[in-house]
Each structure stands twice: as C-alpha cells, then as structure tokens.
C-alpha cells in the first residue's frame, strides 16, 4: 500500500539522515531495505523521491495470452502501469498503452513520469484532422509523430502512449524513415548541391527564413534547416566542402546558441516525393480510384512535385504495401488495452463511413475505401493477438481491493455550517496520514484559508518538486494515534516527521536566523 510505504520513507528519511556533504550510504541502505531509490537532492531545499512499490501485485503476462482485470481507480491506474512497464522495460521490452480516451494518454503520460521518472515516456500523438480532411496536420505534429515512430524503431522508449484511433491509422512502413534519415556531423565533408537536393526529396522546404519544422534556408556558407523531432533550428556553417560548425539557434533573432557534435535528419514527411514515388503515387491513383484523373488538382499538383494539403488521406498511394504502429513496436512489446476500445473504435468507424460516403462521388477530391486507409477493430484485434497483453476495462470500484480502494465522498459544503465536516470526519477515523494538495501557491493560500475557516489546520507545510520540475504544495496529518499507542504518531509530535532535506535553504545549517526557520511550519 502507497501509505505503508510513504510512511517507511518518512522513517528512512529521518533514521538514514545525514549532515550536508556527510556520507550517505546508510540513507541508500535504509531505502534498499523497503524498495525505493535513496531521494537525490536538487539543491533549492526540495527532494525528489522515487518509489519502488513493493507491495504491488503485478499479473503475469504470456506472449498470444490477455490478462483483464478492471481499471484501478483514479490516477491508480497511472502507478500501476508504471510498475508493469518499469518491469518490462528490465526485459527489454517496449510497453504500448493504447488507451481509449485521448485524454487518458495525455494524463497517464504526465502520471507515469511522477510514479517512474526513470522511465523513457512518448506520446505517439493524433493527426488532429477528420478523415478526408483537405488540410494536412500542423508540422509541428508530424515532426513528433516521425521522431516518435523513429525512436520506437531505435529501441530508445521504455513506454509509448497511443490514442486507440490513431493506432488505427495506416503508416508508412519502418524501410521508409530507415531509408529518409541520415546523418552529418562536424568535421564530415558536405556537397552542398547535394544536400540541398537530399533536403527537398526529404521533404522539406526551402524559405527564405527557418522558422518551423521542415524548412530549410540557404545563405552563403551558412545552411539553416529545423529537422523534424528536433526542439530547435540548426545552423550548419561551411568552410569550403566541410561543415566547420554545427549549432543551434533562436529562430526570432536568429541568433546562434550552443554547439551541436552530430545531426540526425528524419523526413519532412511521412511519405516520399522523390520521382519513383511520385510515378507509383499515380499509377496507384488509375488503379484504385474511378473517373478521370485529370480533373483532379491533387493528381496534377503531384505529377507537378506539389504535395497538396490534404495528401496524408493518399498515403497507401506511395507505398506498395503500408504498415501499422505493430510493425514499429515488434513483437516482443507487451500491449496494454486502456478503457472501452471497442465503444471508440465503433464510433470512429461509423463518423469515417458517413464521411467516405458523402466525399466518393467527389471527382476533384475522390476518396480512398476507408479499408485501405485505416484498421478495423478485428485487424487491430488480430495483430494484438500476438503480443502480450494487459486489458484494463472500465469497472465500478471495489471496495475489497488490497491494493486500490477509492476515497470517500469528501466534497465541501457550501453554506453549511461545517462544509468540510466530511474531511474532518475522515480525518478522525482513518488510520493513515492525510496529504492534500494544492495545484499552485494561489490555490494553496485560497484553499488554507478555506481550511482555516473551518478550524482546520494544518500542521505540516511542505512543497514538493517531482522529476519533471512540476509543483504543488501540500499540508499533511500524521496517521492517527491508535488506541495501544503504536498506530503512529499524535499530531503534536507532526515536526518529529520532517527531515532536514525538507525544509527550505535558509531555513538549514547552523548559523541560519531562527526567525527564518519560524516561516517553515511545523
């Protein structure tokens, strides 16, 4: 249980405490003894703790075999599966969540990185365009899709989160970004004609200033050029036939930032323009698609060089044969099947067939069989037959659960004459320590001086900084003393439960002021 385990922390943090600079081997041994990582300190005065959850039950997962069991309540879910893909990771084994909300990918992405920081997290994000749709998505999104497709091929994720509709969609197959990306670095010699052609069959654009994923610029000796799954523009300086430098820059002032050793270059696409491709773009396009093709402005634009906005719905054109996110995971991931799939996969089905059905008849804009461009639920069914998998189906909570069980019904009250008479009740009976959490400082003031109101006050202030640098205050109770004493501890021993490592830098070492260590409460 989370609260067992917090409260072993507490006693490891206080027993394994150490002077600043001192040794701090008994602090790593005291948290090897109950399963978490020893807290790193991050030197404003806070500590990050990483969790082992030890008293977790993880199920057992056969390749070709699905393990259902109902989703965990509230961000339990999160935990969990941080647990399982932190132990298949340990295998060598990528974990797929396909989760069924959108939503819930974003949230378990943020979640698991609380839970897990050590893990290595993607989100394999959405288009966020309709099908049919005659806009392509922004670049700033097909940068993150290929980035992420290009490192779940590399071996270089722990975890991805897919949205079940867009594990729906059809990709380009694995040989495609093998074959588009290269790579250059410093010191290497560069033929510039032939870069600047590698560039455009690549995908990308020539402007007269970068700015955005997928554009590239020519200056003199000077090639600035925003790869896709890059955070920040490249400048590549030429000395002669040779890249002198590589660094990167501020795309508004165009000012030139730190040094760059090496550069991998992913496709501006997710599909080729080069000639041969172009030629298979239109034989394909006779071969599937009725009338005249040459009323269509997106067969002409192509025969052309011109990708026309819209061109992802043609994908299948470019290639002989298409792939699926299954052929980029392998078949040594373990899936993890996220909510009611089947309910977002009928819905998605149903918009997609009225949307085929009112644009086939389109001569300008004809439509591709909505089979051709994405998986029914029984193909994606079928390629998830091959992995192990993991189904979390939406459930009623229980109650009986050892490992999860719901809070109660703590709403406040407004307007009563105790609003918060369920908390102080909970407060009272539950043998556990009590944290609550406040999402910034402002909220933190507004909520303390709610609880104030209600005569609750909370004894215990802390700020809490996770890997990801996020914040939030909190106030916790110790658990309740039990009727033989050995429960934990009263509310008047509360400063005994605070390390040092808690308190706030001035309030630390022994020449600090006591009026500054009075600011952090006890």
């Not at 922390?9 to 020893?38: H, N, Y």
């Not at 993150?144 to 991805?160: A, F, H, P, Y």
């Not at 040989?175 to 990308?204: P, V, W």
């Not at 009026?515 to 952090?520: G, I, P």
Request: net charge positive.
């Amino acid at each position: 249980m989370l609260v067992h385990l917090t409260t072993k922390i507490k006693s490891a943090l206080k027993s394994g405490q150490k002077r600043r600079g001192g040794d701090g081997g008994r602090l790593s041994s005291t948290f090897s003894k109950i399963g978490a990582s020893p807290p790193p300190h991050s030197g404003r005065g806070f500590v990050s703790l990483s969790f082992g959850f030890i008293f977790m039950q993880l199920p057992t997962l056969v390749r070709g075999k699905r393990y259902t069991m109902p989703r965990p309540v509230g961000s339990s879910d999160a935990l969990l599966l941080a647990r399982l893909a932190g132990r298949e990771a340990a295998d060598r084994h990528t974990t797929a969540i396909v989760c069924a909300d959108a939503s819930d990918a974003r949230r378990l992405m943020d979640e698991m990185a609380f839970f897990a920081p050590d893990l290595r997290s993607a989100l394999f994000p959405d288009r966020e365009t309709l099908p049919y749709d005659n806009f392509s998505p922004h670049q700033d999104l097909i940068s993150e899709r290929l980035s992420t497709l290009w490192r779940i091929r590399q071996g270089e994720v722990d975890v991805v989160l897919v949205p079940a509709t867009t594990a729906l969609y059809r990709l380009a197959p694995p040989s495609f970004l093998a074959g588009y990306t290269f790579h250059f670095k410093t010191g290497q010699k560069l033929d510039e004609a032939r870069f600047r052609a590698q560039l455009t069959l690549a995908g990308y654009q020539h402007v007269a200033q970068v700015v955005a994923h997928g554009e590239y610029a020519v200056r003199g000796g000077l090639i600035d050029l925003f790869p896709m799954g890059s955070a920040q523009p490249l400048r590549v300086d030429l000395f002669d036939d040779e890249i002198d430098s590589i660094r990167t820059f501020d795309p508004d002032p165009q000012r030139s930032l730190y040094p760059v050793p090496e550069v991998r270059l992913l496709p501006g696409r997710e599909f080729p323009m080069d000639e041969e491709a172009r030629t298979r773009f239109r034989n394909r396009w006779r071969e599937l698609l009725e009338g005249d093709p040459t009323k269509s402005r997106i067969y002409k634009d192509m025969g052309a060089g011109l990708a026309t906005a819209g061109i992802e719905y043609y994908l299948p054109l470019f290639f002989d044969a298409t792939a699926t996110v299954f052929d980029y995971l392998g078949e040594a991931a373990t899936l993890v099947l996220h909510g009611d799939l089947e309910a977002a996969f009928q819905r998605f089905w149903q918009d997609t067939r009225e949307r085929h059905r009112l644009l086939a008849g389109d001569p300008e804009h004809p439509a591709l069989p909505p089979e051709a461009l994405f998986l029914t639920s029984e193909q994606f069914y079928g390629n998830a037959n091959a992995h192990a998998q993991l189904a979390l189906r939406p459930a009623d909570a229980n109650p009986d659960d050892p490992q999860f069980r719901p809070l109660p019904d703590l709403t406040a009250i407004r307007g009563a004459e105790d609003p918060i008479a369920r908390l102080h009740a909970h407060i009272a009976r539950t043998p556990h320590r009590v944290l609550l959490l406040a999402e910034s400082d402002g909220r933190r003031e507004s909520l303390l001086d709610f609880l104030r109101a209600s005569h609750l006050n909370p004894p215990l202030l802390i700020r809490w900084r996770n890997s990801w640098a996020r914040r939030a205050s909190a106030w916790a109770w110790p658990p309740r003393r039990s009727p033989t004493g050995s429960a934990g501890r009263s509310r008047a021993s509360t400063s005994s439960l605070k390390p040092s490592c808690f308190r706030p830098p001035a309030a630390r070492g022994a020449d600090a002021s006591r009026s500054r260590r009075a600011t952090w409460r006890r």
